[in-house]
């Protein structure tokens, strides 16, 4: 059981350029997530979707863009990376059918230099 | 804004002691908690989970307990491991929905 994947696991790259991170999932949950994690703040929500095509904007969106054309795929893209985007992106993934908890994938590092 | 914070930011305990982690959380209208660990460099892993019309539950080892007159949330971890060292880190949300609010986390240390 493979669960949800996150690659690349670590990525550094210049400002100003796009960046992708790719989330698959295995489950066929309905929600997914993507946080960041910085020190000194919890998960931070930047963006989830309940289903297929259908995306919302959590606390910290700016900067990002997502899209969820199949349900086991959510990836996130960067599309001009700026250094305060430094940090690990977690993404996640739930059924409230059975059960409210989110699972996390094992994030990735992204640096922006 | 609503938030959810821990009162302590390290915690260090000996092996085989029990270890209590703490968190306050400032919406009222939150009715599902979870708590979570997150081992270094790895995502975090659903330790256990409370509902707001239970004020303890019991896992492997964990219980939470729920004080919902001061809004506050603890993990007590029963004869601390060394592979319990970890960040663990409280969830909360209304309605049972899916917007969680997290805490920042607290590190435990396990001393030999």
């Known amino acids: 059981d493979a669960g949800i994947t996150q690659s690349p696991r670590y990525k550094i790259t210049e400002t100003g350029r796009q960046v992708t991170l790719m989330c698959h999932q295995t489950?066929?949950?309905?929600?997914m997530f993507w946080y960041r994690q910085d020190l000194g703040h919890g998960l931070r929500l930047i963006y989830y979707?309940?289903?297929?095509?259908?995306?919302d904007k959590g606390e910290v969106p700016d900067g990002y863009v997502v899209s969820r054309s199949k349900t086991e795929n959510f990836p996130l893209t960067l599309e001009s990376a700026t250094r305060s985007q430094t940090s690990v992106y977690f993404c996640?993934?739930?059924?409230?059918?059975?059960?409210?908890?989110?699972?996390f994938g094992e994030g990735s590092w992204l640096t922006v230099v | 804004g609503e938030s959810v914070g821990l009162h302590l930011p390290t915690l260090s305990v000996q092996e085989g002691d029990n270890s209590i982690i703490n968190c306050a959380y400032s919406?009222?209208?939150?009715?599902?908690f979870i708590w979570y660990k997150q081992e270094s460099g790895k995502g975090p892993q659903f330790i256990i989970d409370?509902?707001?019309?239970?004020d303890k539950r019991q896992g492997q080892r964990v219980t939470v307990l729920l004080n919902k007159t001061v809004k506050h949330l603890s993990l007590q971890i029963a004869a601390t491991q060394p592979g319990d060292s970890a960040v663990y880190f409280c969830?909360?949300?209304?309605?049972?929905?899916?917007?969680?609010?997290f805490g920042p986390g607290t590190r435990l240390s396990v001393l030999p």
């Open positions: 979707s309940a289903a297929a095509d259908i995306t």
């Open positions: 996640a993934s739930s059924d409230p059918s059975s059960g409210n908890t989110i699972y």
């Open positions: 409370i509902r707001s019309n239970m």
């Open positions: 489950w066929s949950h309905s929600y």
């Open positions: 969830a909360e949300t209304e309605n049972y929905g899916q917007n969680f609010v």
């Open positions: 919406n009222s209208a939150s009715d599902y």
